[in-house]
């Protein structure tokens, strides 16, 4: 619990309203998209503005009580559960759109706002912010910015990092500094922006972002590719890419995952073949028939058994909701989804698909796979009962000699959702001693009290290598 006079002066800074340590508004924040983390905070703070966040680490900087900051609590890393205690920070108050600047193409945000609310506040004015995640109508910007986030679109338009060009971070000594600033270009210094991009909440708190926008893609059009052999469509991802077309989006789902997908949304997804390919390209016009033709020659070269246009832009929508939709309609099979992100250079797209079915089998796990193939990103996910702890164990197994098989292909443990509690015993297998130890300065120099998100990223103890037997 909180030193009565570490209460009495956080509640002196954000008022009485603004801070909660009940019982259940603890609870309420003991946990967040991830299984297996849940832990208690001593109290959940809402500051109104930037400069109540500097008092705030202030005090918990002088008292070394450690700090969660949390957005809508969507990761799927542990990386909001206050597994060492202390506040959580929330940012529900600071929810504004502060500006959408139609000369330098930009829009200015405070981290809550809602990824969905600010997209669709640049499309109405004709004005295109890429990132997507599958959460975005969850999900915010600050939790986006801290975890990278990508989405369908990255395959042609890159991740958050790609766009954040701007910020406002209080560091943990309560100093508030600015970074970048509406500018095509600036090298002006280390690139502190990067550095905070991805920092899941262990070396700053953002308070303000700006955001670069481009102009929105003259039309779009989507296909359906399916298979009856995962492999083909695996080979059809890197040779696609191999024939220099770069689609919006390139998505993989395997047959379970477009079983419970099409028992979840009911649209009609064929189940009767092994994979598919969800394909779209936006640009002009011609472009985009020129490459969907193309594209829809090279599935059929790889043993595609159907090809389908979407009809319409209805039509397309859905199919883009249904494959957003896969983690929720996976979470509804069994009381626990482990949804994991092994990425893997594309070319090894097929290898790796073909590695996870493997692994599935050899311990005796259901797991559906899908993600963003174009990526090389891949969403192994496994419904299971944290209850079984047998099962458990075999879970925890799988998923290792997973990760290893990513990193023996190329790879990383994680395109996307971040290390957080839950990677942090895996990430020495990606960055080796010396790379840890040049994250550990970095943190260290920053945050020297380690109050900001204790326990994320940096693991106590690493895991063994494991080696993959078959
Ligand atoms: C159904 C579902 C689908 C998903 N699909 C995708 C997907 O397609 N692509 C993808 O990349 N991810 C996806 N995710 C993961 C998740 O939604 C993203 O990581 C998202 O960016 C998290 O946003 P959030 O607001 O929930 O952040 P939180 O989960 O609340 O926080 C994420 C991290 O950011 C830190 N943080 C939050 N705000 C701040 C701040 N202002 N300053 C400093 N640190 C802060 C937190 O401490 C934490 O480390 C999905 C998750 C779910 C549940």
Redesign the pocket.
């Known amino acids: 619990m909180l030193a009565n006079e570490v209460r009495e002066k956080l509640i002196a800074i954000v008022s009485r309203e603004n801070f909660e340590d009940s019982k259940t508004e603890r609870l309420v924040y003991s946990y967040?998209?991830t299984p297996n983390f849940q832990s208690l905070p001593d109290a959940v703070i809402s500051p109104r503005n930037t400069q109540e966040v500097a008092e705030i680490l202030k005090v918990c900087n002088e008292y070394k009580v450690p700090i969660?900051?949390?957005?809508?609590?969507?990761?799927?890393c542990g990386?909001?559960c206050p597994t060492e205690g202390g506040i959580v920070l929330l940012?529900k108050q600071m929810n504004q759109i502060l500006e959408i600047d139609e000369e330098n193409l930009t829009v200015t945000v405070q981290?809550g706002v809602i990824t969905l609310d600010m997209t669709n506040a640049v499309e109405a004015r004709g004005l295109f912010y890429p990132p997507d995640?599958?959460?975005m109508k969850?999900?915010?910007i600050?939790?986006?910015?801290?975890?990278n986030?990508?989405?369908?679109r990255g395959l042609k338009y890159g991740v958050t990092r790609d766009y954040v060009i701007a910020l406002e971070v209080v560091m943990p000594n309560g100093d508030i500094i600015r970074t970048g600033g509406k500018l095509a270009k600036d090298v002006a210094g280390y690139d502190l922006t990067r550095l905070m991009v991805g920092s899941?909440?262990t070396l700053?708190?953002?308070?303000e972002a700006t955001l670069k926008l481009i102009p929105m893609p003259e039309t779009k059009k989507t296909m359906l590719a399916l298979y009856q052999d995962l492999s083909a469509a695996a080979r059809s991802v890197s040779k696609i890419i191999a024939n220099k077309i770069i689609p919006t989006t390139l998505e993989f789902l395997d047959q379970p995952t477009l079983k419970v997908v099409e028992d979840f949304a009911q649209i009609g997804l064929p189940t009767d073949v092994q994979a598919v390919l969800l394909i779209e390209q936006d640009g002009p016009a011609e472009v985009v028939e020129r490459d969907l033709q193309k594209m829809a020659e090279i599935c059929r070269q790889e043993q595609a058994v159907s090809i389908q246009m979407a009809a319409s832009e209805e039509e397309a929508d859905a199919l883009r909701t249904a494959r957003?939709a896969a983690?929720?309609a996976i979470a509804r099979l069994k009381p626990t989804t482990i949804l994991e992100d092994a990425t893997v250079p594309r070319s090894e797209i097929a290898n790796m698909v073909q590695a996870i079915n493997e692994i599935a089998d050899k311990y005796k796990l259901d797991i559906c796979t899908f993600g963003h193939a174009g990526d090389g990103n891949l969403h192994p996910t496994c419904a299971t009962d944290a209850r079984n702890h047998e099962e458990m164990e075999r879970v925890e197994q799988a998923f290792a000699e997973i990760f290893s098989k990513a990193i023996e292909l190329g790879g990383t443990i994680t395109g996307?959702?971040?290390v957080?509690a839950m990677k942090a015993p895996y990430l020495e297998w990606k960055l080796k001693k010396e790379g840890i130890a040049v994250m550990t300065a970095i943190k260290q120099a920053l945050d020297p009290n380690n109050i900001l998100?204790p326990g994320?990223v940096f693991a106590k103890d690493s895991r063994k290598r494991v080696v993959v037997t078959r």
């Open positions: 967040d998209a969660v900051p949390r957005g809508s609590g969507t990761n799927l990386g909001t940012f981290p995640p599958s959460s969850i999900s915010t600050g939790g986006n910015i801290n975890e986030s990508g989405g369908l899941e909440g700053g708190i953002i308070t957003r983690l929720s996307e959702h971040g957080g998100n994320k």
